[in-house]
């Protein structure tokens, strides 16, 4: 039996320019990206808000706040930091504590104004930045990540067998 060859053909775009261009878009003008996200951050918190917050939606709203704190340091609202950084502390906060309770994300009120806060300006920077601004801060992101510059929520701790 003759041996099956590891040539992959790799994919093309089918329209090169059009990709290219897309970079540029600001993130508003693609309607059916830029809702579905606010509306996922935006159920996100008001799960949070309730009380009915599971460990997606804490998440989610994780992931949020990373773009928003990427994307100030790269010049989109970069007079935001301090808040960011205190929406950030509040969100980690609340998940160490829900952790600890069981999964139960409840959260004060000075937490909630925090959030509330970042979410309003991860809104205004998303209805502002292009898709090439969300790629880089995404990337940003992963960067920090990969070099374990992030805060861990948890640390996993080793079973002994």
Known sequence: MRKRSKYRPRAMLQ??????LSGFKPLRDLPGVY?????????ALEQVRKGDAN????????????????LAIMGKG???????????????????????N????????????ALKLV???????????????IEKAH??????IRRGKARAIVQLQKEKL
């Open 35 to 43: 809702l579905d996200v606010q509306l996922k951050n935006r159920t």
């Open 78 to 100: 970069n007079d935001w930091l301090e808040e960011i950084r205190q929406g950030q502390d509040a969100l980690l906060e609340l998940s160490r504590r829900g952790v600890a």
């Open 15 to 20: 329209n090169p320019l059009e990709f290219v």
């Open 119 to 133: 979410m309003d300006l991860h809104e205004e920077q998303l209805a502002h930045a292009t898709v090439a601004d």
């Open 102 to 113: 069981g999964m139960r994300f409840i959260m004060t009120a000075k937490q909630w104004e």
């Open 139 to 144: 990337d940003f992101v992963l960067s920090i």
């Open 55 to 70: 460990k997606d939606d804490i998440d989610m709203l994780i992931g949020a706040f990373n773009i928003t704190e990427a």
